[in-house]
């Protein structure tokens, strides 16, 4: 069940889309949100899950991702 959702995935939609994750933060990767987002493809997103939520082990690829998506105003973390 991990990065289940992909870049076709979402390219699949007629059009762009809102985000909401609370199942699992496997199922999208960091990069590929910060990615979604810089497209427009993805117009905001709200994540109460992350793809990796001990945020001291984050890889840089992860790091980089989340960083992003931090710093957005387009992302609303809730407490999961």
Known sequence: NKAIFTEDFFQNFRNDIFLVNTARGELLDLQLLKSLLISG??????????????LATLTPSQKEGFEYLIQSEKVLFAPH
């Open 41 to 54: 493809r993805v117009k905001g997103m709200c994540l109460d899950v992350l793809e990796n939520e001990k």
